[in-house]
């Protein structure tokens, strides 16, 4: 055993780490100022919510009612509403692309507004090249419609007939809806995906770049030793750059926490493992650090971002894709962060996560060691 | 000083029965191959060689040759096709967890971790040894004397010299106290005073019975060993004691006075000559090497030769005989070409090469160089240089790695301006019009910057290119280039599966493309091997005598010969200036009475900083 690994032998490189650790700026850059800056840029860059979406309201007759209609297409936060005179005119401000959609208010509608026994048709045309912001629009103009003729029935200026069914909505965890609040803890977890794999993959590129590997492999400090000593060393480096990004969430992004410290520090552990594991999977290719760093985004922030179900519902992508998403780790971390952030401790989610993601440290941790040999072969 | 190996060490292999005379490493029919593009490169072919207990082992060959690989095997780093190493007994690699401890591996990068101190990185291998607390302390302390560094225990390795740099990782392979000591070109990169002390350290190792197996491109170097290996292409070329190997060659040298304006074109004739091996240049002689079997009287050299005097062989004209008798010789090659290299230029005055004085009259000086000093922060890396060369002349400047060579080069090149002084190239002031100089000067990279993916004759069209060379004058100089280079063969192979050789060919070919009226050579034929480096002075020679200018920076002492005079740069400063053969004659000494251009520039940068090695003081 002795040979495998030995406890000053371990240290010695544990030391070592160290305090390259503090000497080297460059480890430092990947833990504290990447995830700083990632999270900056894509936390406030990255915002799935639309306000001040650019909406047509058509008047073709400019009568009180309509008027206090466009007033309330106005005063919404979610439209910069304008007016048009003509169907014709809001339908080329659409083409021009300086509209997403408008709103047709015929003189005669809304005059018929009193007459219940007819339907109240209203033309909402909306640009639906981009669906999602599509769907968003027409939801807004609804909204706004439905709550003006609320107003101007109990006004009484409408006659008051209440409709059959009245839906009263409540958003669990995020009742604002903010989608800051859901992406930041995604967003930690895909920061973290890249922080850990390119700790160690920096990390051991750099000793191979210098050739300090050759003389680590000359000695007899064994594979285990070296490995050991890396994970360790990062991990505590990445341990406290999780930190970091959790506090500049919460405090500058302003995300509800709703679960406990301990349990993200267990999930967080288990999947920075993982990470680093697998940087140093990514180093046993990589000898240089500009490959180690390409490979790096490749295989882990772009799978972390696309198929982590942070950006895109899993369950609406096609099934194959969907049978990909289960080899990305950050799949799960995200559920549980977002868990953690929005819900709380939740043990029926939690649970199984944190269990799938034990089985990544081991695996990865597992095919590592197999694949590091102690020669400069490979 | 108890730096051989411990006591311990040698009582076991006492007890295990092992006979004194058992070579130290038994070496039998070894392949390696590297994996490159959709083949293979084979570094080591069949090699079969014992290498005896104690005693230092020069292991030589150019890059290339197969040395680091053949260290990496005996290290157990790699993993051998075929074939079968055993050290000390034990079979390599399947054993080398029994054996590592009694190994001492320094990789040619230093492998130190620069972020440690001096004495933190003895500690790491301390550690990773597994050596006792207090053996570990005495055994520190005994190699920081040992090397010198005992002052810089808390310095940074980072922050090292090339030479410290260097006696630290020897320290750190000595730490377990191993009894194969396994050193990968130690003293590339190290100036000559630095080398000189890191060998004086392993000598004394190896009279302490370690077996020591130093590599290097150098042949000075390795006939200074105890007994050398000689690798050409992954084979075995030659291996024996050096003297076994100079006597076996059966060559006689000579030294043949010659006028310094004829003696490129003597070399010439005399290499067309059969039986003579070698004609390199040594100050105002000629160095002749004739095989045994020819004699003098053949070559047709009988009057002259006898004003000859007869030289002490060397290991180099022994290496360079068996290279001439396993290929064709492309020195003779080239002697017999006459092909003009560029345009006709006004005739050269060379006659007074060997008696020039320092100081060139401004007037005829193609590059001058006035008080030229450039400086990077606290640093100063050129330092007052002033030095000017003439048409038709061969300047070379000599320093190890650091001295300024490189930067004095990239003022000159118009790459980097001065932080004071002036530079002129043919005329041309760098300091307004560097692009125009530009256009005068062929510029030869270290490592020759050839694009690795495109054939040769890519590599020669896009040179043409860059120099704005028009698609008929391309055609032109293109077919000059392949006669006067010999690209026939390999003018559509693609330029990364070329030799070294090659690649230094086609290199110099795309750098005179554009007919420059300079020619600026960086480290041209370091690593390359002994017949290259013959083959490319030869040509340069023809180049010079058509005109043109050369300028050449090398940390190889005894190549300056090739040139027709040498400036010393030591640490950014111009130490002297002369012609190689008065140079050396100026260091004659009772101790050195023939000293070579490497023993002058020790003498030389000693007598500029008394109190001994620079490095010191630094």
């Known amino acids: ?137 027409e939801g807004y103009a609804a909204g706004v419609l439905g709550g003006w003729y609320q107003r101007e029935a109990t006004n009484g200026s409408l006659s008051s007939i209440a409709p059959g069914v009245v839906l009263e909505h409540r958003y669990w965890f995020n009742p604002e809806l903010r989608s800051t609040s859901f992406i930041v803890p995604g967003l ?33 400090a064994s594979v285990l030793e070296v490995m050991l000593s890396k994970l360790l060393s990062n991990f505590v480096l990445g341990m406290m750059a999780m930190a970091v990004s959790v506090i500049l969430g919460l405090v500058l992004f302003q995300v509800p926490f709703r679960g406990s410290f301990l349990m993200l520090a267990l999930v967080s552990a288990l999947f ?63 559920a549980c962060l977002q868990t953690l952030f929005l819900a709380g401790d939740i043990s029926a989610v939690l649970l199984p996560n944190a269990i799938i993601l034990f089985g990544f440290a081991i695996a990865f941790s597992l095919i590592t060691l197999r694949r590091m040999t102690r020669n400069l072969e490979g | 000083m108890a730096i051989g190996p411990s006591p311990a060490a ?26 490159r593009g959709h083949d293979r490169v084979t570094a080591l072919d069949h090699l079969g060689i014992d290498i005896a207990a104690g005693g230092i082992t020069g292991l030589v060959g150019p890059d290339g040759a197969g040395k680091t690989t053949l260290l990496r095997l005996i290290a157990g780093l790699l993993t051998a096709e075929s074939g079968s190493i055993r050290l000390l007994g034990h079979g390599i690699p399947a054993e080398i967890e029994e054996i590592r401890p009694e190994i001492g591996y320094m990789p ?193 050299l009988a009057p002259e030769l006898a ?27 080239v002697a017999n070409q006459a092909v003009a290299p560029t345009a006709p230029v006004p005739p050269v005055d060379t006659a007074s090469t060997d008696t020039a004085s320092t100081d060139v009259a401004s007037a005829d000086a193609v590059i001058a160089v006035n008080h030229l000093s450039r400086r990077f922060g606290n640093f100063t890396a050129v330092d007052d240089v002033s030095f000017s060369v003439k048409r038709g002349e061969v300047f070379g400047l000599l320093g190890p790695n650091g001295a300024g060579k490189s930067t004095t080069f990239r003022i000159l090149c118009g790459l980097l301006p001065a932080s004071s002084g002036s530079a002129t190239v043919a005329g041309i002031d760098l300091g307004h019009a560097r692009a125009d100089a530009r256009q005068r000067i062929g510029y030869m990279a270290q490592r020759f910057s050839l694009y690795g993916d495109l054939s040769c004759r890519e590599n020669l069209r896009f040179m043409a290119g860059a120099y704005g060379l028009d698609r008929r004058r391309f055609a032109r100089r293109l077919d000059w280039a392949v006669a006067a280079f010999d690209l026939g063969g390999i003018l559509d192979a693609v330029c990364s599966t070329l030799s070294l050789g090659h690649k230094q060919r086609l290199s110099l070919a795309a750098a005179v493309l554009h007919e420059p009226d300079l020619l600026f050579l960086d480290e041209p034929t370091s690593g390359v091997d002994p017949l290259a480096r013959r083959d490319f002075w030869l040509r340069i020679g023809l180049f010079v005598e058509s005109g043109m200018t050369v300028l050449v920076t090398s940390h190889f002492m005894d190549e300056a010969e090739n040139c027709d005079r040498i400036a010393i740069v030591n640490r950014g400063r111009l130490l002297a200036l002369d012609t190689p053969g008065k140079l050396r004659a100026d260091c004659v000494t009772p101790e050195q009475p023939d000293p070579s251009l490497d023993d002058a520039f020790v003498t030389i940068v000693q007598r500029s900083e008394p109190g001994g090695s620079p490095e010191l003081q630094a």
């Open chain 2, 307 to 333: 004003a000859a005097t007869p030289a002490p062989a060397r290991l180099e004209d022994a290496i360079v005989t068996l290279l001439r008798e396993q290929m064709p010789a492309p020195g003779q090659a």
């Open chain 1, 272 to 334: 920075l493992i993982s990470a680093l594991a697998l940087g140093l999977l990514i180093s046993t290719v990589a000898r240089n650090q500009f490959v180690a760093a390409q490979i790096t985004f490749i295989t882990t922030y772009m799978p972390a971002l696309m198929l982590s179900g942070l950006l895109f519902d899993i369950a609406s992508m096609p099934q194959w894709i969907q049978d990909l998403t289960h080899i990305v780790a950050a799949r799960y971390f995200v």
């Open chain 1, 1 to 137: 055993m002795n040979r495998i690994l030995r406890l000053r032998r371990l240290l010695a490189l544990l030391r070592k780490e160290f305090v390259q650790i503090l000497r080297d700026p460059s480890a430092i850059m990947i833990a504290f100022v990447m995830p700083v800056a990632l999270l900056l840029l894509n936390g406030y860059g990255l915002s799935l919510d639309a306000k001040n979406v650019a909406f047509g309201v058509v008047m073709e007759a400019q009568t009180p009612r309509t008027i206090s209609l466009y007033r309330a297409f106005v005063d919404t936060p979610y439209l910069a509403s304008r007016p048009y005179r003509t169907a014709d005119a809001a339908e080329t401000a659409l083409l021009d692309r300086e509209i997403k959609g408008y709103i047709v208010v015929r003189a005669d509608t809304v005059r018929n507004l009193s007459d219940q026994l007819k339907p109240q048709p209203y033309l909402i045309v909306v640009d639906g090249v981009d669906a999602n912001t599509a769907r968003i629009v």
């Open chain 2, 108 to 300: 040619q990068r230093f492998g130190l971790y620069e972020d440690l101190t001096v004495a933190e990185n003895l500690g790491l291998f301390g550690d990773l040894h597994d050596l006792p607390r207090e053996a570990f302390e005495q055994r520190q302390a005994e190699l920081m004397h040992f090397t010198g560094l005992a002052d810089f225990t808390a310095r940074l390795a980072g922050n090292l010299s090339g030479g410290m740099k260097q006696k630290l990782g020897l320290a750190c392979a000595l730490l377990a106290q191993p009894r194969v000591l396994l050193l990968d070109e130690p003293s590339v990169g190290v100036d000559p005073i630095s080398r000189r002390e890191l060998w004086q350290l392993v000598r004394d190792l190896s009279g302490a019975g370690t077996t020591v197996i130093w590599s290097t491109a150098y042949l000075d170097e390795a006939a200074k060993c105890d007994s050398v290996i000689v690798l050409q292409d992954g084979r075995l070329l030659a291996a024996g004691q050096p003297s076994a190997l100079i006597t076996g060659a059966a060559t006689r040298a000579f030294l043949l006075p010659v006028k310094p304006e004829e003696r490129r074109r003597r070399q010439r004739q005399l290499l067309a000559l059969p039986g003579v091996r070698d004609a390199t240049l040594l100050g105002g002689h000629l160095r002749l090497v004739f095989s045994d079997g020819v004699p003098a009287e053949d070559a047709g």
């Open chain 2, 10 to 35: 040698t009582d076991s292999a006492a007890a295990n029965g092992e006979p004194i005379a058992a070579p130290a490493i038994e070496i039998r029919d070894l392949c390696k191959s590297f994996p």
């Open chain 1, 188 to 220: 930690i977890a895909v920061v973290m995906t890249l922080v850990g794999a390119l700790l160690t993959a920096m990390i051991v590129a750099r000793e191979w770049e210098r050739g300090t590997m050759e003389t680590l492999m000359a000695s007899p």
